[in-house]
């Protein structure tokens, strides 16, 4: 049913639920997986203490957070004998790192992980996740706890 199989991973518990899932349905539809991380090489919209450490820090911080959470990744379709590609993407904002690399791959399945913000955090973070359903063309499976 599902040939490939997209998973944006963040490194966090979420985005390993969604990993579990993923391995879950790729074994059983022996689906190709891809498995990305995208980081947002502008995320600063203004000054402040995010700011403080500049560019060139945020980003050297940002791809060795990708890279771990990318090899945490792989190591867990390994050891579940699920061939998974990697890779770390940029995007400006992370929902169309996601959709772009959806469209790229030709996944028909996006299975990510979604932090459940609600109220003024959700209002002033946004959700990743309800961005990605509302503008895929591809199904979308979101794993909360």
């Known amino acids: 049913m599902f040939k490939h199989i997209l998973v ?5 518990t979420h985005a390993q639920q969604a990993v579990a ?10 689906s190709d997986v891809t498995a ?7 995320p600063f919209t ?6 403080a ?11 060795a957070e990708a890279n771990a959470a990318i090899r ?8 579940a004998g699920v061939p998974v590609h990697t890779s770390v993407v940029e995007g400006h904002v992370i929902a169309r790192g996601i959709l772009q ?5 030709g996944a028909d399945l996006i299975i990510m ?9 959700k209002l002033l973070l946004g959700s990743v996740a309800q961005r990605v359903v509302s503008q895929s063309t591809v199904a979308v499976m979101v794993v909360r706890d």
């Open 113 to 121: 992980g979604s932090h459940g913000r609600r109220g003024l955090e």
């Open 21 to 30: 899932r993923a391995i879950a349905i790729a074994k059983a539809f022996k």
């Open 36 to 42: 990305i991380y995208v980081i947002d090489p502008y």
């Open 46 to 51: 203004g000054v402040g203490t995010d700011f």
């Open 72 to 79: 945490e990744t792989r190591e867990a379709f390994e050891a």
């Open 8 to 12: 944006p991973v963040d490194g966090s």
């Open 53 to 63: 450490y500049g560019q060139a820090q945020y980003l050297s911080a940002a791809t």
């Open 101 to 105: 690399s959806a469209a790229d791959t």
